[in-house]
């Protein structure tokens, strides 16, 4: 079965037979993939009303269990954007009633941000979706193979999760 990656690569071997082109036998698929996934997870989204920044506090927050609330700086971690990012979503979120800011008990200048019931229905929603659509995308690879791609990733990914960011 050839693909449009394998055209690609088999004209810049011809047009360029002195590069190593093997490099985008694997990274050309993944970009390719990539922009499939990220059309499928904002048609999920968009099928609860949400973007996918919507999508990944709403979840983080859902993930955090009963009381399902962070404080903005946790959010910060697990959504890796600044603080002056992370204010502004909490703002517009707050706005459609997604979530709610709370003094934090333990810190009398903190404050916590809470999933409000219609955010926890809507990430809890748009996650199968967005899951259905991940399993459509996956479908013709057998678990075994899912299994062996999700290792291979790992190990590819991994070097770059564990890079400390700026500051």
């Known amino acids: 079965m050839e693909d449009e990656v394998d055209r690609l690569v088999a004209a810049w071997r011809r047009e360029r037979p002195d590069l190593d082109v093997e490099p985008l036998e694997v990274l050309s698929r993944v970009s390719r993939l990539a922009r499939h996934l990220d059309r499928a997870r904002r048609m999920a989204f968009a099928e609860h009303g949400l973007e996918p920044w919507e999508f990944d506090v709403l979840t983080a927050l859902r993930r955090a269990g009963t ?3 962070l404080s903005p700086g946790a959010l ?3 959504t890796l954007v600044t603080s002056g990012t992370m204010t502004n979503r909490i703002d517009r979120l707050a ?4 979530v709610e800011r709370l003094p934090d008990p333990s810190d009398r200048r903190g404050v916590l941000v809470r999933l409000t019931e219609d955010g926890k229905d809507r990430a809890d929603r748009s996650l199968a979706a967005l899951l259905e659509q991940e399993r459509a995308i996956l479908a013709q690879l057998s678990g075994g193979q899912r299994r062996e791609l999700a290792m291979l990733l790992r190990e ?3 070097p770059f999760d564990n890079i400390p960011g700026p500051g």
């Open 95 to 98: 706005k459609k009633g997604l």
């Open 156 to 158: 590819l990914t991994a």
């Open 67 to 69: 009381p399902y609330q």
């Open 76 to 78: 910060l971690t697990q």
